[in-house]
Nanobody
Framework: QVQLVESGGGLVQAGGSLRLSCAVSGSISAINVISWYRQAPGEQRDLVAGISSSSTNYADSVKGRFTISRDNAKNTVYLQMNSLKPEDTAVYYC??????????????WGQGTQVTVSS
């Protein structure tokens, strides 16, 4: 089975940095997109950044501060977060979407990792 496990969250002062990891296990298709989402208590889950084999994209609120990358040899996706702000506080989730010729896309979610930014 496909599993996603996030790690790297924690408590950090405003202006500090954290690096989140999303480890993917199981067999997946070559064509896939992995994204980071975040959700604060009582709020909706919003896209932070995404990465495919050919492109990356970011929410406007994190452009210039966050960087998404992937290490295919380690089956791991990273989110480097710099210049953190209190409004970045949320649970961060990793999402995988896989694509095949005839089947509909499949979506998988990790269980999340807490990021807390204090002023």
């Amino acid at each position: 089975q496909v599993q996603l496990v996030e790690s790297g969250g924690g408590l950090v002062q405003a202006g500090g940095s954290l690096r989140l990891s999303c480890a993917v296990s199981g067999s997946i298709s070559a064509i896939n997109v992995i994204s980071w989402y975040r959700q604060a208590p009582g709020e909706q889950r919003d896209l932070v950044a995404g990465i495919s084999s050919s492109s990356t994209n970011y929410a406007d609120s994190v452009k210039g501060r966050f960087t998404i990358s992937r290490d295919n040899a380690k089956n791991t996706v990273y989110l480097q977060m710099n210049s953190l702000k209190p409004e970045d506080t949320a649970v961060y989730y990793c999402r995988l979407v896989t694509y095949r010729l005839r089947d509909s896309p499949s979506t998988y979610w990790g269980q999340g990792t807490q990021v807390t930014v204090s002023s």
